[in-house]
């Protein structure tokens, strides 16, 4: 069964700090492997997208880390702001029919 | 570039009427679309495909006739949710696939509140 699981479930840090989030994945075939970051009520938006030959890509002060091995991704994130704070979602992408499997989400609260 | 637009972002309706959620492509063709619903502090579910000129396709557990889709176009699909119960109650997301590049966009979301 594909699924993706993602740690921690929430994460309290003070702006300026950095922090890590982790996703593991079973998901077979391997496509590609999106972070996303949601703010309350509203949709998704796109941080970063690695497919299988991709180990490391960085959007600003978000990077992310694939390890198509052991199926782990991480998002690490930069001297925080107030801002980054909302839902971290893992999205792997398998097979040619475009279906996606979700995480649950980390969700982040930084505060000042 | 890429962008999906989701109208409305927020609707309050009585029990018993139906809800229409649009999501157009702005600048590609989407000729898949799919649907996601959202409980709090949940992830997203797939509801549906809909596909362009074609019937759409429901994930298990997902009322056929309840959740009716429409892709008419290669920029619009809609998602009306009928005879709306409070249970229906949801945020209602779209996203379509533009390509590699950009990944999967998805619309700003709906917020439905069935009262």
């Known amino acids: 069964k594909n699924q993706v699981e993602q740690s921690p479930q929430s994460l309290i840090i003070l702006e300026g700090k950095n922090c890590t989030l982790q996703?593991?994945?079973?998901?077979?075939?391997?496509?590609?492997l999106r972070w996303y970051k949601q703010d309350t009520g509203r949709g998704p938006v796109s941080l970063t997208i690695?497919?299988?030959?991709?180990n490391t890509k960085s959007n600003g002060r978000y990077t992310a880390t694939l390890d198509a091995d052991t199926k782990q991704s991480s998002l690490h994130i930069t001297a925080s702001q107030l801002s980054d704070s909302a839902s971290y979602i893992c999205?792997?992408?398998?097979?040619?029919?475009?279906?996606?499997?979700f995480g649950k989400g980390t969700l982040l609260t930084v505060n000042p | 570039g890429a962008v999906v637009s989701q109208h409305p972002s927020w609707v309050i309706c009585k029990s018993g009427t139906s809800v229409k959620i649009e999501c157009r492509s702005l600048?590609?063709?989407?000729?898949?679309m799919f649907w996601y619903r959202q409980f709090p502090k949940q992830s997203l579910m797939l509801m549906a495909t809909?596909?362009?000129?074609?019937?759409?396709?429901?994930e298990q557990g997902v009322e056929k006739d309840k959740f009716l889709i429409n892709h008419a176009s290669l920029t619009l699909s809609t998602l009306t949710v009928t005879s709306a119960h409070p249970e229906d109650s949801s945020f209602y997301i779209c996203?379509?696939?533009?390509?590699?590049?950009?990944?999967?966009?998805f619309g700003s979301g709906t917020r439905l509140t069935v009262v």
């Open positions: 996203s379509a696939p533009p390509g590699r590049a950009y990944g999967y966009t």
């Open positions: 996703c593991n994945y079973t998901v077979s075939p391997f496509s590609n």
């Open positions: 690695m497919t299988f030959s991709e």
């Open positions: 999205v792997v992408s398998g097979g040619s029919n475009y279906k996606l499997t």
């Open positions: 600048d590609f063709q989407a000729t898949t």
């Open positions: 809909s596909n362009e000129g074609s019937k759409a396709t429901y």
